[in-house]
Each structure stands twice: as C-alpha cells, then as structure tokens.
C-alpha cells in the first residue's frame, strides 16, 4: 500500500509540472496577438542569455509587457488560494473547507469596494489593491478574536463566526454597491468576479513577497497539521500546541488568500476543489499535499485564464466565471460522494 501510494505521488507530480509548464506556453502562446511556442521559448531564453531574441520586437514587448506578468501574477494567486484552501481543510478537519470560512474574501470585497467608492486613485494606484488586503486580514483576525471562549478558539465557533461576520461584510459591500457612481459600481462587481487583467511586475513582486513567506511557514506547519487528524486530544499528548498551530495556521491562510485576493479580486472553489482533489489522490499527509496544491491551483488558474482571455474574441471575461463553472459541477460530485460514504 505504501509503495503504491508513494507511486501515485510521483505521477501526480510529474503529471501536474508537465501540464503546468504546457498551460503556461499556451497561455503565453494565445491572445489576440498570436505568438508561436518557439518565439515564447526564444523570449524566455533570450532573457537567461540562452538564445537570441525573437525577429519581431513586438513578440518580446507583448509576452514581457503583458503575457508573462499576467501569468506570473495566476500562478502565485492559483497556488496561494490552493494551498490555504489544504490549510483550512487540514484546520477544520472537513475536506469541505475553503479559504473564505474565516471572511477573508468577504472582509477584502469591504475594503476593495470602499477605496474604488472614495480613494480609487490614491496611494499612486495601489489603494484598492492595499485596502482588500488590509480589511480582509482585520476580518480574519475579528473572527479568530470573536470565536475566542476561555482563551481558546472552537473549530465550530470560528466557523459560525465566520458565517456571521462574512454576512455582515456582505451587507457592506452590498452598501458600497448601491452608492457608488456607475463607473465604480460596475469595477466593484467585476473585482468580485476575478480577474488578472492588468497585470504587472509590481503586482507579481508585491504579491511574491507576501506568498513566499506564507508558503514556506506552512511548509514548516506541515507536520504539525498532520498531527491534527488524529484529533486534539491526541495532538496534544504528542506534543503538539493546539491552538497555537490552530492560530498559525489560520493567519498564514488568510495572508496568503488576502495577498491573492488583493491584486486578482475574488475567485471562487480554487482553495476548495483542488486540494479536495488532490487529497483523495495522494492521501491526507499535507507535507505531500501542500506541495501538490501549488501547482494545482496554479494549473487551474492558468488554464482558466487562457479561457478567459480566449473564448470570446477581444473580450476579457472575469475568471471567476470559469473557476465557478469547473468548480461547482465538482463540489456537487464531491458532496454526493461523501454522502454517499457516510451512507
């Protein structure tokens, strides 16, 4: 069993990196501006001084300019909403969790809507970007602090109160909709839908920072998380700091969903269908999932992107579409199975 298991690993991985990297040159590939996969390995290699540049200047200036950062930017926001979706599922011991269960997403659609209401073009442009972030980890942190009960945060309690808390945070942004003018009415409903448009090299830098960090705190968390399947009873004759895991582990999550959600807006089933996936392949052991879970939400984001920007001629639609309609048929597979295992 041990040795299949570790197999099935393997091939899982090969398999995502190869897909991976073969999205990420059709991603770079398509557009409305085509360019051939040997100009995207010619302009990749030209920038490593491995070969020389494509003939046509305009093929390095649209790939680095335009392609390359808006696919950088989906890969980290891809596996960033990924790997804190396998955080939260590990916090909450439910396969069912997502990253949103502590209000994240909702509390940064509150500041976003905000500052595109009242600021939209102060802090030199980065208002918007800086305000999801900061309200959607004050939201976070209001629901840790609100579920608290004799020093302790429930798992129960902190999903009731996320429930709560992301109703109200609705209701706000639902506020900010209603008085905004047309122009930032019809932004706010589009950062709620998700987007990569616009995407450039800051963003991927600002956004890098933030997931990097994260990504290797919870790489560090891994094993302790495993701990928690065995229950916190067990957890804790081991060794193992409940609640502090608990606390680390839910901030590393929520940092990495408000740095994915700030540039990129709202985009739903990422944390929740990918590594939901990936564990009934390779197993519950999150210092084998996490891993997985990068390049699954990178990979789905990827390829919902290339959807996006391709499917209707000069349009750009909003990924979230994309990632709700592979993600909601799936959750509903994934639901009946359970039920159908518990049965």
Known sequence: MGQTRTRRRRITYAV???????????????????????????AIGAKLSLSASPSDAVVM???????????????????????????????FSNPLAEPGIV?????????ASLAMVYAPAALGGYSVPLAAFASG?????????LSRSGGKAEVLTLVLTGIAVTAV??????????????TARDQIVFWQMGSLNGAMWSHVGNVAVVVVVSLLGIVWLAPRLDMLALGEQAAGHVGVNVQAVRLWAIALAALLTAAAVSYAGVIAFVG???????????????????????????????VADIAARNLIPYA???????????GGPTFFILLRSNLRGVK
């Open 61 to 91: 200036s649209t790939l680095w300019s335009i392609r390359f950062p808006r696919i950088a930017l989906g890969l980290l926001v891809g596996a960033a909403l990924a790997v804190a979706g396998a955080v939260m599922q590990a916090v």
């Open 16 to 42: 995502l990196v190869v897909l991976l990297i073969v999205a990420i040159f059709t991603s770079a590939a398509l557009g409305q501006y085509n360019v051939s996969f040997s100009d995207v390995a010619r």
């Open 316 to 326: 750009d639609l909003p990924i979230g579409i994309f990632t709700a309609l592979v």
């Open 169 to 182: 945070c609705s209701a706000l942004t639902s506020i900010a909709t209603y008085v905004a003018p047309t």
């Open 103 to 111: 209000g994240v997403s909702s509390g940064a659609s509150v500041g």
């Open 137 to 145: 980890l004050a939201v976070a942190a209001t629901v840790y602090m």
């Open 272 to 302: 929740l269908i990918v590594p939901h996936i990936l564990r009934l392949i390779m197993g519950p052991l999150n210092r084998y999932l996490i891993p997985a879970a990068m390049l699954g939400g990178a990979l789905l984001l990827t």
